[in-house]
Every structure is written in structure tokens, then in C-alpha cells.
């Protein structure tokens, strides 16, 4: 039991929830062509968002994994570290580009995602405002 009398979702359900969450969302990664590729844990997100704010399903069912996946994080990067280790050569000798592409890149990203992110604000908001005056 938490500290505010909610019931705590068991962990094994909560793993149950998100690899639905994920198997729905490699099925529909399936659909979109292959030059336009997504990611299936992006789908997996937006899907989860949906839910969350659609209140079908509820923080405290996912909210213990989430926060042990979130725990995790840096961990899930040391492969990708190790890769770049072993490419030494290539960032001496493209190294300067690799940099400014990555820098560019990141500022494009940032601010997409604040975009994207104040777009579905919005939209979330607009949604609780309708239920409001019903």
C-alpha cells in the first residue's frame, strides 16, 4: 500500500502492461513504410501517453516499473559507449563534423519535442476542458 491509501499494482503486471503496450506498438511499426521508419518504442510511448491521459490506465499501474526503467537509464547507454570506443579512428579523422552534426541535431530534436510536447499540452487540456463543461 502506498502512503496516499492507493493500492500498488504487482510488478508483474506492470511488466504485463508495457510489453502489451510494446507488442501493439511493433504491430503497428509494421504498418508505416520503409522509408518512413518509426521506432516502435515510439509508438509505444505515444500509446502510453494515450492511456495515461485518457485515464484507461492509471499512473500507479506503471509508475514502479517506469521508475526502475528510468533507474536504468544509464546503463541501457554503455553498449552504445562501448561501440564508440571502438571507432576511435573514425572520430579522429571525422571528428569536428560528428560533433557539429551531433550539437545541430540536438537543438533540432529539443526543440521538436518541446513543440510536440506543448502540442499534446494542449490537446490534453482542451480534452479535460470539454469533460469539464459536459
Known sequence: MKKDGKKETPILIQMGI???????AQLLSQLFPPS????????GMIILYILLATHIIKLEQVEKLGDSLIGLIA???????????????????????DVIVTIISTIILLVVITYV??????????????????
Open 75 to 97: 546503463f541501457l547507454f554503455v553498449p552504445s559507449g562501448i561501440q564508440l570506443a571502438g571507432s576511435l579512428d573514425l572520430i579522429k579523422r571525422e571528428g569536428l563534423q
Open 117 to 134: 510536447g506543448s502540442f499534446f499540452i494542449k490537446l490534453h487540456q482542451k480534452i479535460n476542458n470539454r469533460k469539464g463543461d459536459d
Open 36 to 43: 518512413f521508419a518509426v521506432p516502435t518504442p515510439l509508438i
Open 18 to 24: 508495457f510489453m502489451a503496450i510494446l507488442f501493439v
